[in-house]
């Protein structure tokens, strides 16, 4: 069982940045590949970015390639989301979310965070 807890968003212009965290309960950090998604009111979640247990591989939408940037500190059991350059179509729910040992870029994650809102305005 792994309990996901992301921090982080907020409201910020157009153009500004945000970094979200996702810190993670458990010894097994390391077992997990992570992925953030977005979900924009009255639309899907979206997948956004992942990256694999050690941090080798990342992966990222086409929508916020060069913009956002997904790191993990496995020592610190986080994963973040650094945004830049951002658009007022990047405001979403954001959430966080652990899958055992694949990583994927659906949305059959194993675990979830609760999420937190980021609002861009114009």
């Known amino acids: 069982q792994v309990q996901l807890v992301e921090s982080g968003g907020g409201l910020v212009q157009a153009g500004g940045s945000l970094r979200l965290s996702c810190a993670a309960s458990?010894?097994?950090?390391?077992?997990?590949?992570m992925g953030w998604f977005r979900q924009a009111p009255g639309k899907e979640r979206e997948f956004v970015a992942a990256?694999?247990?050690?941090?080798?591989?990342?992966y990222y939408a086409d929508s916020v390639k060069g913009r956002f940037t997904i790191s993990r500190d496995n020592a610190k059991n986080t994963v973040y989301l650094q945004m830049n350059s951002l658009k007022p179509e990047d405001t979403a729910v954001y959430y966080c979310?652990?899958?055992?040992?694949?990583?994927?870029?659906?949305?059959?994650?194993?675990?979830w965070g609760q999420g937190t809102q980021v609002t861009v305005s114009s």
């Open positions: 990256i694999s247990r050690i941090g080798i591989s990342t």
């Open positions: 979310a652990a899958n055992t040992l694949v990583v994927l870029t659906t949305t059959a994650y194993d675990y």
């Open positions: 458990g010894r097994t950090f390391s077992r997990y590949a």
